[in-house]
T-cell receptor, first 110, second 114 residues
Framework: DAKTTQPTSMDCAEGRAANLPCNHS???????VYWYRQIHSQGPQYIIH???NNETNEMASLIITEDRKSSTLILPHATLRDTAVYYC???????????FGKGTRLHILP | NAGVTQTPKFQVLKTGQSMTLQCAQD?????MSWYRQDPGMGLRLIHY???????DQGEVPNGYNVSRSTTEDFPLRLLSAAPSQTSVYFC?????????????FGPGTRLTVT
């Protein structure tokens, strides 16, 4: 079973911030939180990852709670091109299986 | 630098036929994996490999074999295709530096078994 849970779908108005939550309550101390997205039927694309500090890059921001049991991916100004399925995973030891859940289908509304 | 490449892009098989899905990466990544994705579903891990000569099972390994004779290649074999194996197959490789393992995915192979 996936080690993360996410809402099945979310809507966000174009130009607004999209906040996608992920629950990873069983995360262990050495595991990072990773976010990927899959646009239409393409291969998933890496977005961002973090351990315990908040992270930001050119695509998104990642906010991880202090207890590390949940996180939020923030797309600051959503565009129609951000319509995709967003996956949250946790990865630690490099010999671990990398398991994806069903992700959140994000719809950006014009 | 081509990244992760997969061939073929599309394939139609009859039940009982065998075939190999090819995956190659030119990034010298040690970790590679195969996922399948069914309509409306997420990615399910089939097999993975942490280096040449080492493979292990994922969530849904039945009906699939893998081998890893080189760092670059990680083929997925279907020995006797079944309609339940109709799916989109993604190969991925992982850049492992320290504790950080960003995955790079290929474009996918769309397989239909009739």
């Amino acid at each position: 079973d996936a080690k993360t849970t996410q809402p099945t779908s979310m809507d966000c108005a174009e130009g607004r911030a999209a906040n996608l939550p992920c629950n990873h309550s069983t995360i262990s101390g050495n595991e990072y939180v990773y976010w990927y997205r899959q646009i239409h039927s393409q291969g998933p694309q890496y977005i961002i990852h973090g351990l315990k500090n908040n992270e930001t890059n050119e695509m998104a921001s990642l906010i991880i709670t202090e207890d590390r049991k949940s996180s939020t991916l923030i797309l600051p100004h959503a565009t129609l091109r951000d319509t995709a399925v967003y996956y949250c995973t946790t990865e630690g030891n490099r010999d671990d299986k990398i398991i994806f859940g069903k992700g959140t289908r994000l719809h950006i509304l014009p | 630098n081509a990244g992760v490449t997969q061939t073929p892009k599309f394939q139609v098989l009859k039940t009982g036929q065998s075939m190999t899905l090819q995956c190659a990466q030119d990034m010298n990544h040690e970790y590679m994996s195969w996922y399948r994705q069914d309509p409306g579903m997420g990615l399910r891990l089939i097999h993975y490999s942490v280096g040449a000569g080492i493979t292990d099972q994922g969530e849904v390994p039945n009906g699939y074999n893998v081998s890893r004779s080189t760092t670059e290649d990680f083929p997925l074999r279907l020995l006797s295709a079944a309609p339940s194996q109709t799916s989109v197959y993604f190969c991925a490789s992982t850049e492992g530096t320290g504790s950080s393992y960003e995955q790079y995915f290929g474009p996918g192979t769309r397989l239909t078994v009739t």
